[in-house]
Nanobody, 125 residues
């Protein structure tokens, strides 16, 4: 069992940056792939980024490649999403997720075993 709590969301102007954090509890955090998804109003949930347990493999949605970066610190049971060059279309609730499979499968399936409660990111134009 893994519990996930996101933080770091907020309001930022277009072109600005935010860093989201996701604190995980559970003995097997270091063995789970971790990821971020988002859901904007009236839109389906969208995969954003994922990272394998050993940080050796990452995967990103095309819409955020080159702007967002995912990383993790297994010693702190925390995964991060650094978001740069933010755009109004990045406005959404961002969810942290963990999965016993891989970052690649998390992207393909757009699913995960565990989810956080979400944190709001709003980008003003």
């Amino acid at each position: 069992q893994v519990q996930l709590v996101e933080s770091g969301g907020g309001l930022v102007q277009a072109g600005g940056s935010l860093r989201l954090s996701c604190a995980a509890s559970g003995r097997t955090f270091s063995r789970y792939a971790m990821g971020w998804f988002r859901q904007a109003p009236r839109k389906e949930r969208e995969f954003i980024a994922a990272i394998n347990w050993n940080s050796g493999t990452t995967d990103y949605a095309d819409s955020v490649k080159g702007r967002f970066s995912i990383s993790r610190d297994n010693a702190k049971n925390t995964v991060y999403l650094q978001m740069n060059s933010l755009k109004p279309e990045d406005t959404a609730v961002y969810y942290c997720a963990s999965d016993s499979r891989s970052a690649q499968l998390m992207k393909i399936r757009a699913e995960a075993d565990y989810w956080g409660q979400g944190t709001q990111v709003t980008v003003s134009s």
